[in-house]
């Protein structure tokens, strides 16, 4: 099906909006095989915290994982990312390395949010000249006129535990900031 919008459509540039363990590998290779340039933008380093089968190699002498947060008294010896299911943790384990090698060794040229991201990618062997820095922002043109004095935070993002928000929320509550 893939093949045959391309084919009808004909774009110029085909754009990836964070596939991880939403779409098959094999897109890639239909993606590959068009001749358009391809964008692939990242989001996160879930692909970096499913890269091995064990919970060690993953947190690496850490106490908790900063990408997924999970603590090294979540797992015994393998790498569950998902504390529900050992099955869907190996998969996706799988599916990762897949995704990464393909990364790494395709023609792609990869969007992430930050500089560090940039340069994260780059140590895990990804060409620089392929990496390109494209953050998200909102354009805020309509400014409130007033406020209203009470203390607040304003959260955008999925609300899950490797978010930090029960952090974000304690810090905010100790700091204790006068409106």
């Given at each position: 099906?893939?093949?045959?919008?391309?084919?009808?459509?004909?774009?110029?540039?085909?754009?990836?909006?964070?596939?991880?363990?939403?779409a098959?590998?094999?897109?890639?290779?239909?993606l590959?095989k068009s001749?358009v340039?391809?964008?692939?933008?990242?989001?996160?380093?879930?692909?970096?915290?499913?890269?091995?089968y064990?919970?060690?190699?993953?947190?690496?002498?850490i106490?908790s994982?900063?990408?997924?947060?999970?603590?090294k008294n979540?797992?015994?010896?393998?790498?569950?990312?998902?504390?529900?299911?050992?099955?869907k943790?190996?998969?996706?384990?799988?599916?990762?390395?897949?995704?990464?090698?393909?990364?790494?060794?395709?023609?792609?040229?990869?969007?992430?949010?930050?500089?560090?991201?940039?340069?994260f990618?780059s140590n895990?062997?990804?060409?620089?000249?392929?990496?390109?820095?494209?953050?998200?922002?909102?354009?805020?043109?309509n400014k409130?006129?007033?406020?209203?004095?009470?203390?607040?935070?304003?959260?955008?993002?999925?609300?899950?535990?490797?978010?930090?928000?029960?952090?974000?929320?304690?810090?905010?509550?100790k700091v204790?900031?006068?409106?």
């Open positions: 099906k893939v093949n045959k919008y391309i084919k009808e459509f004909r774009p110029d540039i085909m754009y990836v909006h964070n596939a991880w363990f939403k098959s590998n094999s897109i890639f290779k239909v590959k001749n340039k391809i964008l692939i933008k990242l989001h996160n380093f879930r692909y970096s915290c499913t890269q091995s064990l919970s060690k190699k993953h947190l690496q002498n106490e994982c900063n990408a997924c947060g999970m603590k979540d797992t015994l010896l393998f790498n569950k990312y998902f504390p529900e299911s050992y099955l943790s190996l998969f996706v384990i799988r599916y990762s390395k897949k995704y990464l090698k393909i990364l790494k060794s395709e023609n792609f040229q990869i969007l992430v949010l930050t500089k560090f991201h940039k340069e990618l895990f062997g990804i060409d620089e000249n392929r990496l390109h820095i494209f953050p998200n922002y909102l354009k805020i043109t409130p006129k007033e406020f209203n004095k009470s203390n607040y935070i304003v959260y955008a993002g999925r609300i899950s535990e490797e978010k930090g928000l029960n952090e974000l929320i304690k810090s905010f509550l204790n900031v006068n409106m």
